[in-house]
């Protein structure tokens, strides 16, 4: 697996009782899964000869990250090595304006989009074919947890000329009036094999994911069932190997539209790991390996999975005597990473039968380990 943050910790794991050997390619000794897993290469990700010899040996390679040149993908394939998923799917979780085009060419529902060239190309966009301002603007490469996403207000924001100081094409987006975020997660093998699990709501604080609820509370069954179909369509049409995300728009009408694709572990699916009979890291390791995939159902009527963000403490541990103590059902998941602000450190997971209860145990945790509250 390429990258060493906690998706490739929590892929690894997966990968132990099935007597995988797992190497990973990491920046440096310190991330989540260097401190963890026994092979593991120190290099860059983005020079092709590093990429080169740290393929040498492995039968396949994955991704816990989206940011591998997509021509060094091109070049690891022409070498032989099995690139799973390959870099003509990956391009679309890559890169935002290849995504949008695609998925409009097949009809699939998205907000209304255009790529802009500058502030007065916005405002074009706007009042021609975006539905007036506010309207989001998207670098199309390099963005993560909010960061490259800016919504404008006018023509004249000052904020209108930041994304195209970056020097990648910007994409204009309609501002959606959603009613909350849902994400579909499927996972597809080369042989075609497809699993959807439930579509999930997920609430985000500050462009950053906070909680995750499975099933999506209240969500119709229809809308359910239609947001899996599309996710495992995208997946077929894409030629997606392994787990893909797919982040929803649930909107004011009872529609969902598609944000952006994930094809990676992803946040909004680490529910799994205690909360369905095979979590996406298993059947993320499944696909790449053309395995057959494992049971994506619910083992609980309800799961609630709560991201724990670092806080004031550089050390948890003495939270969790507290934490154990006041829930015996709680899973905690800690990355092995320094505690800083803000930083995602790690998650818990609770379920059982009642949301309100479940929730709220989670959030207790969460907040608790942070030390946002302290009884
Ligand atoms: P990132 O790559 O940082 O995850 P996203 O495209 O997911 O970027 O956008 C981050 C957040 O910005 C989304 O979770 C959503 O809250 C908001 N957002 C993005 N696009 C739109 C849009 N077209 N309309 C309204 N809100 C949006």
């Not at 897993?37 to 040498?56: K, M, N, P, S």
């Not at 706007?126 to 800016?150: M, N, Q, S």
């Not at 050390?315 to 602000?341: E, F, N, Q, S, T």
């Amino acid at each position: 697996m390429v990258g060493g943050g906690q998706l490739a910790r929590m892929t690894h794991e997966a990968g132990i009782p099935l007597g995988i050997n797992f190497k990973i390619l990491s920046d440096t000794p310190q991330d989540s899964a260097a401190k963890v897993v026994r092979e593991v290469v120190v290099g860059d990700y983005r020079d092709l000869d590093t990429l080169r010899a740290f393929a040498q040996g492995c039968d396949v390679i994955t991704f816990d990250h989206e940011h591998v040149p997509t021509e060094h993908l091109r070049a690891l394939e022409a070498d032989g090595i099995p690139v799973r998923p390959g870099p003509a799917a990956l391009v679309h979780a890559q890169d935002k304006g290849v995504m949008r085009a695609r998925l409009s060419a097949l009809g699939i529902p998205c907000p209304r989009h255009r790529i802009v060239t500058d502030p007065a190309d916005v405002a074009r966009f706007a009042h021609e074919e975006g539905g007036g301002f506010p309207v989001v603007l998207k670098t199309v490469r390099g963005g993560y947890d909010g960061k490259g996403v800016w919504v404008i207000d006018s023509a004249e924001d000052p904020a209108a000329a930041e994304p195209f100081r970056a020097g990648v094409p910007v994409l204009a987006e309609e501002k959606v009036d959603y009613t909350r975020e849902l994400a579909a997660n499927v996972v597809r093998s080369p042989h075609g094999q497809a699993v959807a699990y439930p579509v999930v709501e997920s609430i985000q604080v500050r462009g950053v994911c906070d909680t995750v609820i499975a099933p999506a509370p209240g969500l119709p069954d229809e809308l359910g069932a239609a947001a899996q179909q599309l996710a495992l369509r995208i997946a077929a049409e894409l030629d997606v190997t392994g787990h893909l995300a797919v982040e929803l728009f649930e909107t004011t009408d009872g529609r969902v539209l598609v944000n952006e694709l994930a094809m990676r572990p992803h946040n909004s699916g680490h529910w799994t790991q205690d909360g369905a009979v095979t979590s996406q890291f298993a059947n993320h390791l499944r696909a790449v390996l053309d395995l057959p995939l494992g049971d994506p159902r619910p083992r609980a009527p309800w799961t609630v999975m709560v991201n724990v963000l670092g806080g004031d403490y550089p050390d948890m541990y003495p939270a969790y005597l507290h934490c154990m103590a006041r829930d015996p059902g709680l899973k905690i998941h800690m990355y092995g990473k320094d505690v800083k602000p803000g930083r995602k450190v790690g998650h818990v997971t609770t379920f059982g039968d009642d949301l309100a209860e479940v929730r709220e145990r989670a959030r207790h945790a969460a907040d608790y380990l942070r030390g946002t509250i302290d009884e």
